[in-house]
């Protein structure tokens, strides 16, 4: 296939732009031919730009556009065509999400009533029907390099403490309206 | 502009290759691609034979990151349990199922499927009020894909978009 645009003889020397047989290598959400394109685990290609562009649009919840299967940055393959000139990966031009989107609260509060998170993210969400939906939609990240809660006993504990019970009351509340309604 | 470029080429796609009963009529759209309206017909052996419809796209310039606004227009709107008698249509891809991997033709042949599956003509039992509350931009519509049931409540007045859940069972 390598010489096949080379060739004068061939009968695929020369596929009019329109044939169905580009579309392989069109990007799935510009339907244009990929530009610095990647391909996921589940084998679908896109132009790094568009992906980034999805992927930002729905962080909580990154799945590929063709398939549904979950997808990441982290998880795509660029791909470098013969000779070509940049090879650069891809995913570094594009400037990487801004860390500092997810603002952090005013206090150190935690919440105990929560807290089988160690150190990575909790995500709550449940659905109905097909339609799963996010509760408290950001995700709660805990003990994330923060200082540490205050130790027991101390005012700031026992505040905490309270708020973390009233939240957790807000929540038990809510199923259960949920439940009934 | 990606939006206008990508709707250029689903415009020429659908003129060149349409697929059975789904025409798209590119003079009408002419400049302005960012709203279309496309005839589709009901399905061969579907309670829908030989009915025309009209469904009018609406695109925004986050288009095809965002789903496009889509409502049946015109004298005749289907009598289905999820389409409302404004023309709103209550399927999940318009909203929380939307990719941008689908289009113009995916999101035609998606409503036609899902007229053609229905087996007795009906409105929305909510049919009534919804109409007479409902925001004129269905995406406003907080949808809830229950089954065979369709749901909904306006996204200001719920709180986490819960808040109508209910009344209209
Ligand atoms: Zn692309
Ligand atoms: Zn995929």
Same mark, same amino acid.
């Given at each position: 296939m390598a010489t096949a645009a080379d060739s004068?003889? /061939? !009968? !695929?020397a020369t596929p009019s732009p329109n044939s169905s047989e580009n579309g392989t290598f069109e %990007?799935? #959400? %510009?339907?244009? @031919? &990929?530009?610095d394109a990647v391909v996921s685990m589940c084998g679908h290609l896109f132009c790094w730009p568009c992906l980034h562009q999805w992927l930002e649009t729905r962080p909580t919840r990154q799945v590929c556009p063709v398939c549904k299967a979950g997808i990441s940055k982290e998880k795509v393959v660029p791909l470098y065509g013969r000779g070509s000139t940049n090879q650069q990966d891809p995913r570094d031009k594009v400037p990487p999400r801004p860390a500092g989107q997810r603002s952090e609260p005013e206090n150190n509060t935690n919440f105990p009533g929560f807290g089988f998170g160690g150190d990575g993210g909790l995500h709550f969400s449940f659905g109905i029907g097909a339609f799963p939906f996010t509760f408290f939609a950001s995700t709660l990240n805990l003990?994330? /390099?923060?200082?540490?809660?205050? =130790? &027991? /006993? @101390?005012p700031q504990y026992a505040e905490e403490q309270f708020l973390s019970k009233v939240f957790l009351w807000v929540a038990v509340l809510f199923i259960f309206w949920l439940l009934i309604a | 502009m990606a939006m206008e470029k990508r709707l250029q080429k689903e415009l020429q796609a659908l003129v060149n290759d349409p697929p059975v009963g789904i025409k798209v009529d590119a003079d009408q759209i002419g400049q302005n691609l960012s709203e279309w309206l496309v005839n589709v017909d009901g399905a061969p052996? =579907? #309670?829908?034979? /030989?009915e025309k419809f009209q469904l009018q796209f609406k695109f925004g310039s986050r288009y095809p990151f965002e789903s496009p606004q889509v409502v049946f227009v015109g004298p005749n709107i289907p009598v289905h349990p999820h389409v409302y008698s404004n023309g709103h249509i209550c399927l999940s891809i318009l909203t929380d199922?939307?990719?941008?991997?689908?289009s113009v033709q995916s999101v035609c042949l998606s409503v036609v499927s899902m007229l053609s599956s229905c087996k007795e003509k009906k409105r929305p039992p909510d049919n009534a009020i919804y109409v007479k509350t409902c925001s004129k931009n269905p995406k406003k519509t907080r949808w809830w894909y229950h089954g065979k049931q369709c749901y909904h409540s306006e996204y200001k007045t719920s709180l986490l978009g819960m808040s109508s859940m209910g009344i209209n069972t």
């Open positions: 004068q003889d /061939g !009968e !695929e %990007c799935n #959400i %510009c339907l244009d @031919t &990929a530009r003990n994330d /390099g923060r200082p540490q809660p205050p =130790s &027991a /006993g @101390t | 052996g =579907s #309670i829908y034979n /030989g199922d939307w990719s941008p991997a689908l």
